[in-house]
């Protein structure tokens, strides 16, 4: 008989928690990159910041391509977290639902704001 | 049990009210708790990061009128606020990476990982707290 329980047991399927885990882990380490690079950006332009400069930062489309992927990185990232907070402190089922119904929308309405916010340049 | 035992407060269903203010938590603990508290308070004011980030990159009236509403203090100190909870949160997640990859679980490793992200939070906190002032 295989050996499936234990330090050997088969953590596929549903619900084993391994994709939040790493989603968390992971967008939270390209969200301290994505940091760095705009602070960077930030510090190595000349002179005062000034709307056109500030601008300019994120016209490229290169730094669209990497801040759409922070938007998505920080929703999919409160999400777990927020995830987790509620599954501690809101014990009913129905409750939670609806609280976790709410996040949803807070998080999907905040990430059309931001990319439409990008998008406009 | 002898009568001279001292009588220590029992904590069993913990009150909210009553027990919060009175438990005693280690730094791994304020760190762990601080770490919750500041991600749940950036996804709260998400939208008011969104609405500084549209505000100042719109045009130039928009962006004018961006530098004037943090020329409020009130403003700028809940962006400072915004910034320290990042600041924590930050370094509490890569605190939380370290834990993850070297497995270290001994005490003296987590209390001091702890207060290495107190400290690197509140310098670079006084440190904005300056620039912003």
Known sequence: ?121 | MSEQTKSRPEFRNLNLFRDVARYRLPPAGWASILHRASGAFLCLLLPFAIWLFDKSLTSESSFAAFSAALDNGFVRFVAWLLLVAYLLHLFGGLRHLVLDVTHRMTKPFGRNTALAVFIATAVLAVVFGIMMM
């Open chain 1, 1 to 121: 008989m295989a050996m499936t329980y234990g330090p050997k047991r088969l953590a596929v399927g549903a619900h084993y928690g391994w994709r939040d885990f790493l989603v968390q882990r992971m967008s939270g380490v390209y969200l301290g990159l994505y940091t760095v690079v705009l602070l960077l950006d930030v510090l190595l332009t000349s002179g005062p910041m000034d709307h056109a400069k500030w601008v300019g930062i994120f016209t490229p489309q290169w730094m669209k391509f990497l801040t759409f992927v922070a938007i998505l990185a920080v929703i999919w990232h409160a999400w777990v977290g927020m995830l987790s907070i509620w599954y501690d402190y809101a014990k009913p089922t129905g409750l939670r639902l609806l609280i976790h119904t709410l996040t949803a929308v807070w998080l999907l309405g905040c990430a059309g704001w931001a990319v439409q916010v990008l998008w406009q340049l």
